[in-house]
């Protein structure tokens, strides 16, 4: 079978590309041209004959060659390189402005909620803030109801405890101890006395006296004159006319007796039981407000003490010597867990004459991949370093001490305004803790696994090793990265107090991100490790 197909096209420029990636081949316009093939495949010939003879089957024969040729450049790597790299940038550049967008809207819905909260003239805080302290407010009107005026809490409780006490010792109270223990007696007494004068009187014949006259009568008749005067005797013993009588001075032992007990409790009398037990009570009670303030007087001189002690001790230089000293500690637990030797060398000179720069070496140990490696250590609590000098010094440290890589620990109570927590220059690092805060520890470590890191990358022997530490570099720059966000959120939650949640998000995924870079870190210096230990 034999057909002629002829091939058309648009006019279009050199530069432009055809749909398909290729260019025109410097050609301005296309042009017919004549073509003539003798076709023996069955298959081709089957779906030629489909579509009758003349334009539609010339047509369909293009249109199949067309697709053929497209296929066979695509099947054989002629794909425009210029397509796919303007392909490339144009979705980079949308993903760029998507995301900056997102970025835009995020810090506005950040910006908008902290306004909220915090804005000093119309934030919800600060108005909590003032409706709580403020004169009138809730804080004062709880203290005011626990400690001020009549029916305070303190007022009802003094009440309460010490008041039916002073209600029972007051002698003007007719339910009072004292009145009590006075009507008591008096009763007593009284019905003692009646009790003694009826049993001893001849006018009741009930009495034992008048048994006694009248049994005597019955049964001996009238007395003698001798038994009269016995009896009369017996009589006027037991007669209160007579002043010497028994009865006399029984009653005026009971009466004297009364009188002793009614005066030991009473208030009038200085020398009553009453009186001494109210001295003594009052005595204990200036005793216990006398010793609460002498301990309250004890308790603020030692804490002023305290806090001299403290401020004298940061001004002084030896709480420089012990912030060394913490990190000298900390450095050496550290070397113990990674198979390294930590020295403190603060006290000792280096190999520049006369000079103690240097504070601590950390050896690398025999199972390392660089064994025998030091890195040189200068730690700092001292106002006044810039990190122009903390550079120098470290500079210094290192060639005093031998080391080819340095490690600067700046206090963060010390540390110069606005550097970041960890940060690499040359062949130093500089870091910021806080010996106190167990938070910061993350940067210590990590400048002391960045340091060991490119310990081992001056010993490697082999490509594979550097692909390694292509790994380590870009672990050390997230580092960086993550050290300097999460030192910023930390500055700006310490600033608040009480972050938003939003806040804390931030310092969690961080602090996360931070955590995972130095575990990549540990295990690409492991890896470097079996490596360079030989088989």
Not at 338 to 356: E, H, Q, S, V, Y
Request: proline share 2%.
């Amino acid at each position: 079978m034999t057909a002629t197909a002829n091939l058309f096209s648009a006019q279009r420029s050199p530069s432009h590309a055809d749909s398909n990636g290729t260019s025109s081949s410097g050609l301005d316009e296309c042009f017919p041209l004549p073509l003539e093939l003798l076709i023996d495949d069955r298959e081709i010939i089957r779906a030629l004959s489909e579509h009758p003879e003349g334009e539609r089957r010339n047509q369909f024969a293009v249109e199949a060659m067309k697709i053929g040729i497209l296929a066979l450049r695509h099947v054989g790597g002629q794909v425009s390189a210029d397509l796919i790299q303007r392909e490339s940038e144009r979705l980079v550049k949308d993903m760029q402005q998507t995301l900056d967008g997102h970025m835009r809207l995020i810090h506005g819905r950040m910006a908008d909620e902290l306004k909220n909260y915090f804005d000093p003239e119309s934030g919800r805080f600060n108005d909590r803030v003032r409706r709580l302290c403020s004169q009138d407010g809730e804080l004062s009107q709880m203290m005011k109801g626990f400690i001020d005026g009549e029916n305070s809490q303190l007022a009802r409780t003094m009440i309460t405890q010490i008041g039916p006490l002073m209600k029972h010792l007051d002698p003007q109270q007719s339910e009072g101890l004292l009145a009590v223990l006075r009507v008591s007696v008096e009763t007593q007494l009284t019905q003692h006395r009646d009790h003694v004068l009826k049993e001893f009187s001849l006018d009741h014949k009930g009495g034992a006296l008048s048994r006694l006259v009248h049994e005597l009568t019955a049964k001996h008749g009238d007395l003698s004159n001798d038994l009269q005067k016995k009896i009369d005797e017996v009589i006027k013993e037991f007669s209160l006319n007579e002043e010497g009588s028994a009865l006399s001075r029984l009653v005026q032992n009971v009466t004297l007796a009364q009188r002793t007990i009614t005066s030991e409790f009473s208030l009038d009398s200085d020398t009553s039981c009453l009186s001494r037990l109210k001295r003594e009570l009052v005595e204990l009670l200036a005793t216990s407000e006398k010793k609460n303030q002498e301990f309250q007087e004890e308790v603020k001189v030692s804490l002023a003490k305290i806090v001299t002690t403290r401020r004298e001790a940061e001004r002084s230089t030896r709480h420089g010597m012990q912030f060394e000293e913490s990190v000298c500690e900390f450095l050496a637990r550290q070397a113990q867990h990674a198979g390294d030797i930590a020295t403190p060398t603060g006290n000792t000179t280096g190999l520049i004459k006369n000079c103690r720069v240097g504070d601590c070496v950390i050896e690398l140990g025999p199972d390392s991949a660089a064994p025998g490696a030091t890195i040189a250590v200068e730690a700092k609590e001292e106002a006044g370093y810039t990190l122009a000098t903390a550079r120098r010094e470290i500079e210094q440290a290192r060639k005093n001490r031998g080391a080819d890589w340095g490690l600067f620990v700046f206090s963060k109570k010390t540390v110069p305004l606005n550097l970041e927590p960890f940060s690499r220059y040359g062949n130093d690092f500089v870091v910021v803790w806080d010996a106190e805060d167990t938070a910061s520890d993350v940067f210590l470590k990590a400048g002391v696994i960045a340091a060991r890191a490119l310990c081992f990358r001056a010993e490697r022997k082999s490509a594979a090793q550097q692909v390694d530490f292509e790994a380590v570099e870009k672990a050390i720059l997230e580092i960086e990265k993550r050290a300097g966000n999460l030192d910023d959120v930390r500055k700006s939650a310490e600033t608040i107090r009480s972050g938003s949640e939003k806040i804390l998000e931030r310092i969690r995924i961080d602090r996360d991100a931070l955590e995972k870079q130095v575990e990549i870190l540990r295990e690409k210096v492991a890896d470097l490790r079996a490596l360079s230990t030989p088989q």
